[in-house]
């Protein structure tokens, strides 16, 4: 599916945990730059292979996209964004979401991993 979207993808071999990046994409979306950051962990991951669930990594796609490393560095550190984060993720299991990318539905029904139009169409559809 990637590749028919023009889209450079490949499955790298390390499974990181990526709660570290949840919680980096929090910070980044407090500096308004959540899109600019989540494509750089897409990429990170999918094109590059580097694990997503080191804070090395996380720094440098901050750098690559101009925010500054070290308050993010700060912020995983200190653990700013966990408990969001973790609220977030259980708010997902209730939902039986247990991976990313995931979508949900006014609130109430979710799926996880790449979905096709029509599958996205029937989650709305859901809950209409």
Do not use: C
Not at 9 to 18: D, E, L
Not at 58 to 83: F, M, Q, Y
Request: proline content about 2%.
């Amino acid at each position: 599916m990637a590749a028919n979207l023009g889209i450079k993808m490949q499955m790298p071999a390390i499974k990181p945990r990526s709660r570290l990046a949840h919680e980096a994409s929090k910070w980044a979306a407090s500096n308004d730059r959540f899109d600019g950051y989540g494509e750089g962990i897409f990429r990170a991951y999918f094109e590059y292979g580097d694990d997503i669930g080191e804070i090395e990594t996380l720094l440098e796609i901050a750098e690559r996209i101009g925010l500054d490393k070290d308050l993010l560095n700060d912020s995983l550190r200190s653990g700013k964004h966990t408990e969001t984060v973790l609220t977030e993720e259980n708010y997902a299991a209730d939902l039986g979401i247990t991976f990313v990318p995931a979508f949900v539905a006014d609130r109430k029904s979710g799926l996880a991993g790449v979905q096709s139009t029509d599958n996205l169409r029937r989650l709305v559809e859901s809950v209409i």
